[in-house]
Each structure stands twice: as C-alpha cells, then as structure tokens.
C-alpha cells in the first residue's frame, strides 16, 4: 500500500494497490438510523479500506460530535438565521441529545428552533418518521412553514386518512386527533424518531389524554415548545419535564417539597437548584437575553362609506347566504360573502366559475368597476409622499384589478401572487426592494416566506376574518430588522362584517396592540378550538338581522376578553417565575 500525494489524498484519502481486504472478524452492529447506509457500504464478503473509510465517516456524520456545524442551514429557504437560534439548535442536539423544552418569548422563533432541528436530523439520516402535534387552528401553519421553509410535503390526514400514521415521512395533526380514543393507541403503536409538540402548555396536566398520548410515544427525540410552561401552578412544570426525562425531578411530592412555597407558589424555593436541574433540559431565551426590540407599530381602521351599487353587491351576497340551505351552495355564498367585501372582481370570478343560479341576484349586482375603497388607497399612497407601500389582498382577482388601478394612475408598482413562476415572483420582490416600485401589491401566498421589513407601512386592503392571518400580513414589516415605525391601515366598508369584525378585534380587545406571536396565545385562549373564520361565517348565515350579527359578535367578543384576560395572567405568571435569573 502506498500514500497518494497531499491533493488525491484528500478526496479519497488513501489510494489501494493491495488487493481488497478480506473481514473475518464478527459482523459490527450498528444502531437502526445507519444501520441501511452502512450495509450499503459494507456489502459483500469483502471491503476496500475506501469502503471502509467511507462508512467510519458516515457513522461519525450522524453522531453528536458531528453537530459542530449545522447541515440544516443551507436546506432553509427564506428563514432568518439568529445567533440565538442557532446556539438553541447546538445546546439541543450536542447537551440535551434532542429531548427539549423549548421556551422562548413568544415571537422568538421556536418554530424555526424546530424545524432546524428536524432537518438536522433529517440530512443525517436520524429521523425519518417525524410526527409534529398542534393545535388545530396551527395544523395549516405548520404545513406551510414545513413547506416554503424546509421544503419538506408533510403528510396530514385530510390527504391521507388513517393511513397517514403509517410510513415513513413528516405528518402534522391535531393533539385533538391524535388523542381521540381510536386514534392514540395506533399512534403510540408506531415507532418514531421525533416527536413535536407545539403550545405544549395544553399538556401540562398529567391525568388528561394529551399528557398520556405524549407519555405512551416511542420517539427517540422530543421537542416540547410553549412560551409559557407555567400557567397556573409550579407542578405543571413537572408534569411537562417528567414527558421529557422521566424523574429529573423525582416524585410530585419531593418536587413540591424542595422546591414549591405553599405560601407564595409564584415563587419557587431553592432557585439555583431549580435552574440548574432546568438547564438540563429546558432553553429559554428572551428579548432581552437577544437584545432584540421592535420599533412600534400604529393600527388605524379606515372605513369607506360605499356607493349604493357596492352596498347592493354586499346585501346580495349575503342574503344568498342566508338563503342558503345546502352545504355547497352556503360553503360557495360565504366565499362570496367574504370576496364581496374584498373587490366586485374577486365576485365576478368565482361566479364565473359556479355559474349557478341561485346567485342570479349577486351576478346582476357584480358590474361594478370602481370602488371607494380602490379610491382609499390611493389616498393612502399619495400622503406618505415617496414612502414604499405594502398592499395585501387575499385573492388573485383582486390583485389584478388593483394593479389595473395603479397603472392607470400612473403609479409604479409590482404584484406578486400564488399563480406567479418562483423567478417572476423574485424579480418583482427584488424591485420593491430596489426602490424601483413605490407599492408591491402582494396575496397572503405571493410573498409567503418573503420578509420585508425595509418597507414600513401596510394595507389591509380586504380582510380575513381571521386574525391571525392580519397578524401574519403585520409580520411581514414589523419583524427583527425594522428600524422605522409601523403603519398599518385596515380597509372596511361601512355597515361591512369586516368594519364589525374590526370594532371587536381592534378596538374592544385591542389585539392589534400584542407584540408578534402573542395573538396566537390569546387565541389559543378561546373555549371553542373551531377556525374563527368558519364561526363568523355560521353567524351571518344563522342571525336573521343585522341585530343578531352584532348580538353574536358581542359575545365573541366577551370570548376573546376573557382569553385575553388568561394570557395576560399567564404572562404576569411567567415573568415571576422566569426572570433574567432562570434565561437559558
């Protein structure tokens, strides 16, 4: 055998003229996640040492000491990379071997954490079966994020039915699902490499179906991730390290002995201990452990008295809503319902698409062409001066009706929209950027994954009845990297659901006020776990008048107090208990 020079020696290492060598020792065993790969490479009766080179460096890429550099990052599309963050993917992998609390302040980012997680584990061949557990209003989140960020198709029920938990893959269901009575003995049945389980805090209680379906998993790895581990009492903490590393904190009567004072249980005992037994497991980073802080970010409704033949388009509409007693006909009237408070365009294209006829009286309504919300707008571009303008709307139609608008006003502007190539759809986004457009007229889709922080103020110009979707838009400017103030404008017509909708969520509630993340926790709030949107649909196709409407929104309303009211209380909780001393 001889040594190749310094530059061949390097891609292959050693160069053999000796014959192969033969193995007669016993057959090595290999943990599972290699076990496929190193067969491979060690095929046959006999190896060269090339062969075996190889494999001695497989097996090193998929251990821990090869977690120095971070394969995941090159796989991320559109994603941020905080040092924060990625010192949280190191501590989990190398020290806390993939079983982690994840606890950032909400808007942190522990979703991206995740996901860096998993496909650091993924490009190493160590998870293969990945389950991720979210509330459901979270499930399509998720599913998106997988996606646009890491490119991965994750597998979900509604595809793929029961079926679903079997096989190799990313699935992403409902705790709801997966703790159904039917549903948890076959997920537990099933072997998988790392567990996800976001707004973790809905498992802290020990006897309830959620913390049993985490406990009775097989999975290797286990993320946890809640920005608020604590909500009522100390012991949940307990609950939620003990699905983690069983008996880090002994018994529930040792744990309330060393560390909960029954006379203050918002401040623990023995701190130091504390902290250190939660460093063993637990990561927790904060603004102010980041030095992260936002500029703030001003939320004005702007309401349009509409021309009478908008306000006819709109009462047609939803009288056909009312109207209606089948499910698809009421399922296409509330599409419309909600396309009508976005543009006359939005409504003249699903119409074509139906051509049913008991929407004769919202055809005969769609002709308008110009709107006093189209006439809005361009007020609001016209007095920031030269500043850049965000639009969102949430259909293609009406993208192309406003870029019609501009265009005819003389304004430079670019689109972006789901329908859009990935190039088309780059090239407009680097012109915004490069100050050749003074508005990108974007939907929720066209500029998903896309930050855009350099711009600084927004228009809503329809809006979702879901507001974590208005939340998402915000998110889009007021993110880490703004450096101005944030203005946003809420467009509405009067007498519109959507002018109602706002006047619960922005001036009873005040959501709009929360720092980024924090609607998600307030919403998780809410007793009834149904898609907002779907409820306010039901109230406007169920309430006979416009009395009723707004009889049903009060009570909403009363709901998103009182969770609100929780998550402030969760918070206050919190910050107690988890002060600078307990920052990981």
């Known amino acids: 055998m001889r040594t190749e020079p310094a530059d061949a020696a390097a891609s292959t290492g050693v160069a053999i003229d000796a014959p192969a060598v033969r193995f007669d020792a016993p057959a090595v065993r290999f943990d599972a996640p290699d076990a496929a790969r190193l067969a491979e490479l060690l095929g046959g009766p006999t190896s060269t040492l090339v062969r075996v080179r190889h494999a001695i460096h497989a097996r090193r890429l998929a251990g821990a000491e090869s977690f120095t550099e971070l394969l995941s990052l090159a796989r991320l599309v559109g994603v941020e990379r905080h040092g924060y963050q990625i010192e949280t993917v190191h501590r989990v992998l190398r020290t806390l071997r993939g079983r982690a609390l994840l606890s950032d302040e909400v808007g942190l980012g522990k979703t991206i954490e995740a996901l860096m997680v998993l496909l650091e584990y993924q490009v190493r061949g160590m998870a293969k079966r990945v389950l991720v557990l979210a509330p ?9 994020e997988l996606q646009t960020k890491a490119g991965i198709a994750a597998r979900t029920i509604d595809r793929e039915g029961d079926g679903v938990w079997r096989g190799d893959g990313v699935v992403v269901a409902s705790l709801a699902t997966a703790r159904m009575q039917r549903t948890a003995p076959v997920v537990q049945a099933e072997p998988w490499d790392l567990v996800i389980v976001d707004e973790a805090h809905r498992v802290k209680r020990r006897g309830s179906s959620s913390w049993k379906l985490i406990d009775g998993l097989r999975s290797r790895f286990l993320l946890l991730l809640t920005a608020t581990p604590i909500e009522t009492e100390l012991l949940e903490l307990y609950q939620l390290v003990t699905l983690l590393r069983p008996g880090q904190f002994a018994t529930p009567a040792a744990f309330r002995r060393r560390f909960v004072d029954p006379n203050n249980p918002t401040s623990p005992k023995n701190r130091e201990a504390l902290r250190e037994l939660l460093g063993e497991v637990m990561v927790r980073n904060t603004r102010a452990s980041c030095g992260l802080k936002l500029p703030p970010r001003f939320v004005s409704t702007v309401v349009v008295d509409p021309a009478d033949d908008e306000r006819a388009l709109y009462a047609a509409a939803l009288e056909a809503l009312r109207a209606a007693t089948e499910p698809r006909v009421r399922r296409h009237a509330g599409l419309l319902v909600l396309e009508a408070g976005s543009s006359p365009a939005a409504v003249r294209g699903t119409l074509d698409k139906l051509d049913d006829p008991a929407f004769a009286k919202v055809a005969a309504a769609a002709g308008v062409e110009d709107t006093r919300k189209g006439r809005a707008l361009l007020d609001i571009v016209r007095l920031g001066g030269e500043a850049q303008v965000l639009v969102f709307t949430r ?12 265009a005819r006003e003389g304004l430079a502007y670019r689109a972006v929209h789901g329908d859009m190539t990935n190039v088309d759809k780059q090239a407009a986004l680097t012109a915004f950027r490069a100050g050749d457009a003074q508005i990108l007229v974007s939907t929720d889709v066209g500029s998903e994954g896309h930050n ?12 979702p009845w879901n507001p974590m979707v208005i939340e998402q838009r915000i998110g889009r400017l007021h993110r880490f990297g703004q450096t101005s103030e944030v203005e946003v404008f809420n467009l509405c017509a009067r007498g519109s659901m959507e002018e109602r909708i706002l006047g619960v969520l ?3 509630v005040r959501l709009f006020e929360l720092v980024v ?22 109230l406007c196709a169920n309430a006979p008048t416009d009395g009723d409407v707004d009889a049903g929104l009060a009570a909403l309303g009363d709901e998103l107090l009182r969770a609100r009211g929780r998550y402030d209380e969760v918070r206050e909780l919190d910050q107690a208990l988890f002060g ?4 990981a």
Request: proline share 3%; charged share 25%; hydrophobic share 45%.
């Open 452 to 463: 855009l922080q350099h711009c600084h103020r927004l228009v809503n110009f329809d809006l």
């Open 517 to 538: 993340g924090e609607m998600d926790m307030v919403l998780g709030n809410l007793t009834d776990e149904a898609d907002l949107e779907q409820r306010l649909l039901a």
């Open 395 to 406: 259909y293609r139609a009406t993208a192309r009706w406003l870029a019609d608008l501009l």
């Open 580 to 583: 600078q001393e307990f920052e």
């Open 506 to 508: 922005h001036d009873r």
């Open 136 to 144: 459901p209003a979270l499930v399509p989140q998720w599913v998106g």
